[in-house]
């Protein structure tokens, strides 16, 4: 699990996340299925923030993520329902969860590359 001292920031920049996914980090697309037609982060898992409304530890494992294990980051198309994902699953016990802000859109103008499913 990323380690960067006692406090996670629930919002990181692009090169923030990048820097975590090279660490071992699993990113969540919140985005609707519409919206991840068009690109989503190579690696990236696909679970819209509805999704994510009940179980929140189930719906992970059923994803074959382990937020014990590793950081989860949260994406959408700006960073609005990205935030409010992240927050969720810091109140689910995932205390490193954070919101890649500006989303794909900024992903798109740091350099991240976007695959299309």
């Not at 006692?6 to 920049?13: C, E, Q, V």
Request: proline share 3%; charged share 20%; net charge positive.
């Amino acid at each position: 699990m990323f380690n960067a001292g006692s406090k996670h920031p629930l919002d990181i920049d692009c090169r923030a996340a990048q820097e975590r996914l090279r660490h071992g980090a699993k990113m969540i697309d919140v985005r609707e299925a519409h919206e991840v037609a068009h690109g989503m982060v190579p690696g990236s898992v696909h679970i819209p923030l509805g999704t994510l409304a009940g179980d929140i530890a189930a719906t992970l494992a059923r994803h074959g993520i382990d937020p014990a294990a590793s950081d989860v980051l949260c994406i959408c198309a700006s960073g609005g329902r990205s935030r409010h994902a992240a927050m969720a699953l810091r109140h689910a016990g995932c205390e490193t969860a954070a919101s890649v802000m500006g989303g794909v859109m900024a992903w798109g103008t740091t350099g991240g590359a976007l695959t299309r499913r």
